[in-house]
């Protein structure tokens, strides 16, 4: 049984009145009113004509797929995240959602498949990792332990104004990937490259939850560039400041998506939960990690649009 499935889901910015609706939504969810929401959410999708596609369609239809699950309404959950696969079969969390509602369903073939799969097009992808840890040995089991939803579909960008109103068929198949500059590095090499650059991240959280400012600098770069234009010695006196300043601190690292340029350079995306004495956000936010004598160190931040 899939439970306490809180609605993160990152509304993206398009035609004024179709935004409206995914919006209001998201925000009659998080007030406690599904049914009302997903009457919304099937307007919305309705409203497309038959075989568009586009990146607020797969957010609907990946919210759509929350809110089902959430109601232990498996199958119809599990035809929204496929919805999502359709669209855009490169982004990992459709898989792992898909293969969540399958777990609860004791569909266990089917759930190992799904993470696979999704592993297939980001392997170094923590959610998965976890839960295809925890379905192995069980498939021929009577009961596989729940799996983590992943709450937010991460990686899919707004097109030009133009773009979402052509009709596309869903079959239409995505563009061939870019051939790498190098031989892609082996599967194992790469997951554990990936679980270092999460390790790195998640020190990153945990000093500065327990604000120790000295071991929280000490995992940027000498060569870190704020994104505000700053010097080094401005930002790190700031960094202190804010640091110091509150009672207490607590930063959760939620969802993380590591991508690996290449053996030395990484990006994580994740959803940053911040809460002080003073102050409570949530913001999307990618770390740029370059890995220099043996350690992985933040070279930038910035903020995800």
């Not at 498949?113 to 990792?129: D, S």
């Not at 990006?267 to 936010?285: I, N």
Request: overall charge positive.
């Amino acid at each position: 049984m899939i439970t306490t499935l809180l609605p993160a889901l990152a509304i993206l910015i398009g035609a004024p009145a179709y935004a409206d609706e995914l919006m209001d939504a998201r925000v009659l969810y998080k007030k406690g009113d599904a049914t009302q929401a997903l009457q919304m959410l099937d307007t919305y999708l309705g409203s497309r004509p038959a075989g568009a596609r586009g990146p607020k369609i797969a957010q609907a239809w990946f919210m759509k797929g929350l809110i089902l699950a959430e109601q232990n309404r498996f199958d119809p959950a599990a035809s929204a995240f496929s919805a999502v696969i359709k669209d855009y079969p490169q982004y990992p969390e459709a898989y792992n959602n898909l293969a969540a509602v399958y777990a609860a369903q004791g569909r266990h073939d089917k759930a190992r498949a799904a993470l696979e799969a999704g592993l297939a097009t980001h392997p170094v992808y923590a959610t998965l990792h976890r839960n295809l840890k925890k379905s192995d040995g069980t498939a021929t089991k009577a009961t596989m332990p729940p799996l983590a939803l992943v709450k937010t579909l991460y990686g899919v960008r707004p097109p030009k104004p133009e773009a979402e109103a052509a009709t596309v068929p869903l079959a239409t198949p995505a563009p061939p990937p870019v051939a790498p500059a190098s031989p892609p590095a082996p599967a194992a090499a790469t997951t554990d490259a990936g679980e270092a650059v999460l390790r790195t991240v998640n020190a990153w959280a945990a000093t500065w939850s327990n604000r120790n400012v000295k071991a929280y600098l000490a995992c940027y770069a000498r060569d870190f560039k704020p994104g505000d234009g700053s010097s080094r010695a401005a930002w790190e006196k700031s960094r202190r400041k804010r640091i110091a300043e509150p009672a207490s601190i607590r930063v959760e690292i939620e969802s993380p998506r590591v991508t690996l340029t290449d053996a030395s350079h990484a990006s994580v995306a994740f959803t940053q939960r911040y809460r002080s004495d003073s102050l409570k956000t949530s913001t999307h936010k990618v770390l740029e990690l370059e890995r220099k004598n043996g350690k992985w160190l933040i070279v930038r931040e910035h903020v995800a649009k």
